[in-house]
């Protein structure tokens, strides 16, 4: 009878609040992860906002790819922004501690902004593809108003369709535990602490991944595939060459992030025997990203290396 009375207060006690425990099974020695990871955090905004900068400052980047560069830019110092103080503060200061809202609010911001930053590489795509397959049609086509209009439909899709996830994880019952082996609030990582049936957040997760991140890398595929298709088609090796390097940037950054995006999919769902290893993959997938971008589209585009390397001599000559 008391034992039957003890498990019915378990099931209607709500917990307040909930721990992130960090990185699982390195506790004791992750605080050292805090210093790679606050360089990368802080090497992301200098470079993505040196990036915004020499967009803004450069007439000759005065063009719709360079400005869905510079939306992605922004999309990245804001995926960082969004978990990196709170996973430094838990590494240096063991402020482990989250509230249920503000829990529920970053899984939302998370899924917002990854949501946004697979968009951005769709219209990224797109404008590559109308460049180099409708060359006389791109002046025409990738306008002003089609990147306003791109970016706001992004922006409301992904907005849209990520506000379930929040409100489902916030309608389950977290009873007993509270403690999340993770440093970030993750759809699986805190629906897997509650106490009644989460099927219906699994559900919605995978719908999620198809609809978006499905449906953008398979217009993304198709893209690249006609652009190949094209290239092959054109009788000057030079041509040919000059139109494959302005996709090779775009080709790595995509190669990445799709690709860790299925790695973390499938650790996440299956048993392995380093929980570590889902954890740091899905950190790092939220930092490396909007550090890597600038970088490589600094190294592989002519036209922004040019324009940094005039913003940072104009810095240079103002001190």
Same mark, same amino acid.
């Given at each position: ?25 390195? $506790?004791? /020695? ?6 790679? =990871? ?10 993505? +906002? ?31 922004? &969004? ?36 968009? %951005? ?10 460049? %180099? ?9 990738? &306008?002003?108003?089609?990147? *306003? ?16 996830? !929040?409100? #489902?994880?916030?309608?389950? $019952? ?13 759809? =699986?990582?805190?629906?897997? =602490? ?15 991944? /198809?609809? #978006? ?8 595929? =198709? ?36 690709? *860790?995006?299925?790695? +973390?999919?499938?650790? $996440?769902?299956? *048993? ?16 490396? !990203? ?20 005039? *913003? ?8």
């Amino acid at each position: 009878m008391s034992q039957a009375l003890r498990d019915s207060n378990s099931s209607k006690f709500q917990v307040s609040e909930f721990i992130l425990m960090g990185f699982p099974g390195i $506790h004791d /020695w992750q605080h050292w992860l805090s210093l790679p =990871l606050a360089l990368l955090y802080l090497f992301a905004l200098v470079a993505n +906002i040196l990036i915004l900068t020499t967009i803004n400052q450069e007439t000759t980047l005065n063009q719709p790819m360079y400005h869905f560069l510079g939306i992605l830019a922004v999309v990245d110092m804001g995926l960082a922004t &969004t978990i990196m103080p709170k996973i430094l503060a838990t590494l240096w200061f063991n402020a482990k501690v989250i509230s249920l809202p503000e829990c529920f609010f970053q899984m939302y911001v998370i899924h917002c902004f990854v949501g946004m930053e697979s968009g %951005i590489f769709l219209c990224m795509a797109i404008d590559r593809y109308v460049a %180099i397959c409708r060359p006389l049609r791109y002046p025409s086509t990738i &306008t002003e108003s089609f990147v *306003v209009k791109a970016t706001v439909f992004m922006v409301l899709r992904n907005s849209l369709l990520t506000i379930p996830v !929040p409100v #489902l994880a916030s309608q389950r $019952h977290y009873c007993s535990q509270n403690q999340i082996e993770h440093c970030l609030c993750s759809n =699986l990582g805190v629906t897997r =602490l509650s106490c009644d049936d989460r099927t219906i957040n699994s559900i919605y997760q995978l719908f999620l991944a /198809w609809t #978006l991140m499905g449906s953008d890398l398979g217009v993304i595929i =198709l893209s690249y595939a006609l652009i190949l298709h094209s290239v092959l088609k054109l009788n000057s090796a030079e041509a040919a060459s000059k139109a494959l390097s302005t996709c090779t940037s775009h080709l790595i950054l995509i190669l990445f992030f799709y690709t *860790v995006v299925v790695v +973390i999919s499938i650790t $996440h769902s299956a *048993v392995v025997t380093a929980p570590v290893f889902p954890v740091l993959l899905n950190v790092l997938h939220n930092v490396i !990203p909007p550090a890597l971008n600038p970088m490589v589209y600094a190294l592989k585009t002519k036209d922004l290396r040019q324009g940094l390397g005039k *913003v940072l001599r104009l810095g240079i000559r103002n001190n």
